[in-house]
């Protein structure tokens, strides 16, 4: 109960204000709700975190408008969000990351394969589909596909030159633990739950790119990264560069298994992350970032501070980067 209450004290705290207030006045009150947080301690330790939990409880109906109602309502509904959560993960698939990993894409010659590890419903495997606006100070760099503006546009800010062009990708392809499919209204549903409520814009982009996804789905795999990796990557089509890509996705990898999905991306093809420094050690040099953000790698030389969603991307060797 204490383990509880404390870690969603600090989610109040120090995570949900400025982003979403009614998850901030959900995470005091499992804090200081005795009975509430008894709720949530039957949750399995590792899906109690509380994006998940609380997505879960809106997936459910929960009530947003008063959190009385609220408090009411968990007590009420305990043994399905107790089941709920035990079956779910967090699969936030966030298209913007896009924009973070094209300056990396746009360094490769196409045509490109693509398979990301850690896809979920594959967001992140339609660079080419996505209009970007990069902000550099008073100018926009302006990016659409070949056919024309897209109805999802990326905006992020960049510092830096880095020559940006959209990927000419002939093969899209994922694995997932538990891979979620555009198509689906119950999947649809999951992944635009988990945007905050609060947050502006998230969900209509998540909504367009799902779109996207499945007017074209990917192929998409059930497995662990490093041991499925081999025979997905086996189909891609010969003339292609295989590029693997793992934003973010490292981080919900045991340490102890991270290097196997590493050497597993690099033995494929050509291996494109984004990541904080310390998370493993396939580094070429371990980047030193100054801004708070991911270092953004090719093959392991970093080339780029982001920020880990893509809302800004700050090129090497621009301002706030350095490599040791």
């Not at 120090?14 to 005795?34: C, F, L």
């Not at 969000?81 to 079956?87: G, K, L, P, Q, S």
């Not at 070949?146 to 940006?164: E, F, I, K």
Request: aromatic content about 6%; charged content about 25%; overall charge negative.
């Amino acid at each position: 109960m204490t383990a509880v209450a404390d870690r969603y004290r600090r989610f109040a705290r120090d995570e949900a204000p400025g982003r979403s207030a009614v998850y901030e006045a959900w995470g005091h009150r499992v804090a200081d709700d005795p009975a509430v947080g008894a709720v949530l301690a039957r949750i399995p330790e590792t899906r109690r975190q509380p994006p998940l939990v609380f997505a879960v409880l809106r997936l459910q109906g929960a009530p947003l408008d008063d959190v009385d109602t609220w408090a009411s309502w968990v007590l009420a509904h305990a043994d399905a969000i107790v089941d709920e959560c035990a079956r779910r993960s967090v699969q936030t698939n966030e298209p913007l990351r896009c924009a973070a990993l094209l300056p990396a894409l746009s360094l490769i010659e196409g045509p490109i394969a693509l398979l990301e590890v850690g896809a979920s419903a594959g967001l992140c495997l339609y660079p080419d589909r996505y209009s970007y606006r990069y902000r550099r100070g008073d100018e926009v760099v302006a990016l659409d596909p070949v056919d024309g503006p897209s109805d999802v546009v990326l905006d992020s800010a960049l510092d830096g030159r880095p020559d940006l062009r959209l990927p000419e990708v002939v093969w899209r392809a994922g694995i997932d633990l538990s891979p979620l499919d555009a198509r689906s209204p119950g999947d649809r549903a999951w992944l635009t739950t988990l945007v905050w409520p609060g947050e502006e814009g998230r969900r209509e982009r998540i909504e367009g790119a799902l779109d996207i996804a499945a007017s074209d789905p990917p192929v998409l795999v059930a497995g662990d990264g490093a041991e499925a990796l081999p025979a997905l990557a086996a189909e891609a089509p010969a003339g292609a560069t295989l590029v693997v890509t793992t934003p973010g996705v490292l981080a919900h990898v045991p340490r102890v298994h991270r290097a196997a999905v590493i050497d597993a991306a690099r033995s494929a093809g050509r291996w494109i992350t984004l990541d904080a420094p310390g998370l493993h050690d396939g580094w070429a040099r371990r980047p030193q970032l100054s801004r708070g953000g991911f270092a953004l790698a090719v093959d392991g030389d970093a080339v780029a501070e982001v920020d880990p969603l893509g809302a800004w991307v700050a090129w090497h060797p621009g301002s706030g980067f350095s490599a040791q």
